[in-house]
């Protein structure tokens, strides 16, 4: 009885530091995402918003071409 209530302990501190160890990269990840968005926004910002509307034509253009290679392979 006594080893099972070691086990169970040892399995929840070995738990506890996974879930520290996650919530660090995590941090880490947010942090880097962050810091990616603000260099974007600011690029976005110093060339102007061209490449948002070629990133839309593009997403459009990207549609298109799978609509219409859908539509050719129920034929």
Do not use: P
Request: with cysteine.
């Amino acid at each position: 009885m006594v080893q099972v209530a070691e086990e169970i302990g040892t399995e929840v501190k070995y738990q506890k530091d996974f879930l520290e160890q996650l919530q660090m990269t995590m941090i880490k990840a947010q942090a880097g995402v962050k810091n990616n968005l603000r260099r974007l926004n600011k690029s976005i910002i110093q060339n102007g918003s061209n490449h948002i509307v070629h990133v839309v034509a593009f997403a459009l253009l990207c549609f298109f071409v799978v609509y219409l290679w859908s539509k050719m392979s129920r034929k």
